[in-house]
């Protein structure tokens, strides 16, 4: 056997070492291992590898950090697996950034060693560990609460990627009831997440959190991993606080009139304060289940949010956010509880009309009525409002009235306004304590002369055997509660309601007219202030032109029909003149009467009226026990003498309802000494309606007729 000594080398003539050899005898021992290499697997390891040789058992690797081999390490590297050409060895437990110089030899059953491999005066086999990489310092970017924070999710990440061979994450939380005084750290459950996690649910280990405490988290990033565990480093994160969710979310909702268009409608959003809470955000959606969106964030714990709309349905979440960490990152709490709450439409079609004019003493007052549609029969009752009332600025509430039952009605409020001066109106539809949106402004303006007298439409034909052909007499002036005509003594612009007897209401009033008139354009009635002339179109409210061929149409300027008619307003005398036209002929404005008095339309007193009407001057009213039916008296006196006279009743301040509201439309006064005919200018009369309904309000009408039977 060949022996060598351990760490010296003697430069022997390979011919000399031979010949000795064979004069002793000896065998010679197996072949060197070739394509020796060695290469760093990690901070603590270098794997080497050769070519294995045939008649080997086995291998012996030395290493050094020097390439003389002095001193020298030695490890039995085994035969390697038989199935590979390529013998194998790891060297472990190496420091980072270690250099080593290998060689190899083989042996042989007997004992016998090859030389090393490399040979003499071959380079150098040799390899070096690297220098084990620190952590990087971890951080959170975000972490949320989920199922009402019962399990929580943390999002993380390091400024630069951790070695994936040895690094891994640590999750570890602690707790406090108050979010202020936390308890000690633990590791969170179940198996820590590998270096590539950057996300980490806790539920509790399955158990889910406990969500009236407040949970605290840090993320640890290690390096390490077998035989470098002397190498072991350690960063823990910034901890991040996950705050409570808000509890008791509710929602209320207002409307304020007063307040600029866009800001009126107002939800108003309330919730308890979450513990370790910076702040909140506030989502919004108008579906239950979806659709959510950020709209606002507070560090109070109520939000008004005006940006609404009417009628329609708001669901709202609010959700905690804690700021208190590295990194910009935020922790969210779940979402609260979905609140919901709608917003009311508005009364539709609110119209304003003069009831009359008339004096307080030294005042010159006005009644206006008010009617809008009952678009919210739930509602629990309607606030009539109003700008320009005594001289204020903003609406006021003028009126109260009660909602008008299920269905759509319509209903009115009446108010007492100084004359002269312009309003403006809206009605509020009321739900318990909440008001909802007002309706379209409705406005007029009071600085008007009331119009009185007469008009005649008619003529005695006969058609088929029947009776008087046309409107009749048209009462620009009723008397009791209705409405009359007012002229504006600034702009001429006409107003307000006549009554015909066979026609119904004649409206003046823009709101019923629009621009549907047949000429179209500019259908309002207008009196010019500097010519007379007047323009623009009125409407018999009654007529239904689907119906018939009555359009209910009354043109009061010049037309097709002729190239001279029209009516006009004489400012001196205060009488209007001239004819207007509607399709069942023309309506003269200032004539002379079938008995030979004269009648005219007249903002003075410039004419006698055969027409003149009575003038209600009390009513008194009460309960038929019997019946449980109201009954309404009435007392007049005759202003001059009548053939007749009519006692009527509708709706108050309705003008464009039926008017048949109990069996008999009209009760003709007649058959006895005192009704017929009316002789004497001052009579003190009266009669009594019988069969009303209760707590309802009626107009009454008083006619003076010149017929002995009819008012036509």
Not at 142 to 149: D, I, K
Not at 252 to 280: C, E, H, I, R
Not at 314 to 341: I, L, Q, T
Not at 347 to 354: E, G, H, R
Request: aromatic share 12%.
């Amino acid at each position: 056997m060949v022996k060598k000594l351990r760490g010296s080398y003697f430069a022997v003539p390979l011919m000399a070492l031979v010949a000795s050899a064979l004069v002793a005898g000896v065998a010679l021992a197996v072949s060197s291992p070739t394509n020796l290499q060695a290469t760093a697997q990690s901070a603590c390891q270098i794997q080497t590898q050769w070519t294995k040789v045939s008649g080997a058992s086995s291998y012996i690797l030395e290493s050094s950090p020097n390439p003389t081999f002095v001193p020298a390490t030695s490890y039995n590297a085994g035969s390697g697996n038989p199935r590979s050409s390529t013998a194998y060895y790891n060297v472990n437990g190496l420091a980072p950034k270690t250099q080593l110089y290998f060689q190899v030899e083989a042996v042989d059953s007997s004992g016998n060693t090859s030389s090393w491999s490399p040979a003499i005066g071959q380079p150098s086999v040799s390899a070096a560990t690297p220098d084990m990489n620190d952590p990087t310092q971890p951080y959170f970017t975000g972490a949320t609460g989920q199922y009402g924070n019962k399990q929580i999710q943390m999002k993380f990440a390091t400024s630069s990627p951790i070695n994936a061979q040895y690094g891994g994450w640590n999750v570890q939380y602690r707790t406090s009831s108050d979010g202020v005084s936390f308890g000690n750290w633990t590791n969170v459950s179940g198996q820590t997440p590998p270096a590539t996690y950057t996300s980490y649910t806790d539920n509790g280990g399955g158990n889910y959190l406990n969500t009236n405490l407040v949970y605290q988290y840090q993320v640890q990033d290690y390096d390490g991993g077998i035989g470098c565990s002397q190498y072991w480093y350690s960063f823990y994160s910034n901890p991040i606080t996950v705050p409570t969710v808000p509890a008791n979310l509710s929602v209320s909702y207002s409307f304020d009139v007063n307040k600029p268009a866009g800001q009126q409608n107002t939800m108003t959003l309330s919730w308890n304060a979450s513990k370790a809470a910076d702040g909140y955000e506030v989502w919004r959606s108008t579906s239950q289940n979806s659709g959510y969106a950020w709209i606002a964030s507070t560090t109070a714990t109520t939000y008004p949010d005006s940006n609404i709309t009417t009628s329609q349905t708001y669901y709202y979440e609010v959700r905690a956010f804690n700021k208190n960490n590295a990194n910009g990152a935020v922790a969210y709490s779940d979402y609260s509880p979905a609140a919901s709450k709608a917003t009311y439409g508005a009364p539709q079609n609110l119209k304003a009309f003069l009831a009359k004019i008339y004096q307080s003493g030294s005042q010159t007052l006005a009644t206006i009525n008010l009617t809008w549609s009952n678009t919210y029969p739930g509602s629990d009752y309607y606030m009539a409002m109003a700008s320009g009332i005594n001289a204020t600025t903003g609406f006021k509430q003028i009126g109260v009235t009660p909602h008008a039952g299920s269905g759509v009605a319509t209903m009115s409020t009446t108010t007492t306004v100084t004359a002269g001066s312009g309003y403006t109106f809206c009605v509020q539809a009321a739900f318990g304590s909440q008001l909802g949106p007002c309706s379209p402004s409705a406005s007029i303006d009071t600085n008007v002369v009331p119009l009185s007298g007469f008009a005649w439409n008619g003529y005695t034909g006969n058609t088929g055997g029947g009776g008087p052909v046309g409107i009749g007499w048209i009462d620009f002036a009723p008397t009791g509660t209705s409405p009359g005509v007012y002229m504006n003594k600034t702009t001429g612009a006409l107003s307000g309601y006549a009554w015909a007897s066979n026609g119904g209401w004649l409206s003046f009033n823009s709101s019923d007219i629009g621009s549907g008139c047949p000429t179209g354009g500019n259908c309002a009635p207008t009196i010019n202030q500097s010519t007379g002339a007047a323009s623009g179109w009125a409407r018999f409210t009654a007529a239904n032109p689907s119906q018939g061929a009555w359009t209910g149409w009354v043109s009061l300027n010049k037309n097709s029909q002729d190239n001279y008619s029209n009516v006009s307003y004489d400012s001196t005398s205060g009488n209007f003149n001239g004819y207007a036209w509607t399709d069942l002929g023309w309506i003269s404005f200032n004539g002379t009467a079938a008995d030979g008095s004269a009648y005219c339309v007249t903002t003075g007193s410039g004419c006698s009226q055969s027409g003149q009407a009575p003038q209600i001057i009390a009513t008194s009213t009460g309960i038929d026990s019997s019946t449980g039916k109201a009954w309404i008296n009435i007392k007049w006196n005759n202003l001059q003498p009548y053939g007749s006279v009519s006692v009527e009743i509708s709706p108050a301040n309705n003008p464009s309802a039926p008017k048949l509201l109990f069996s008999a439309k009209r009760t003709f006064l007649s058959g006895n000494s005192q009704d017929r005919p009316f002789t004497q200018q001052t009579n003190n009369l009266s009669y009594t309606i019988t069969g009303l309904s209760t707590s309802t309000t009626y107009g009454l009408f008083v006619r003076g007729c010149q017929s002995a039977t009819s008012c036509n």
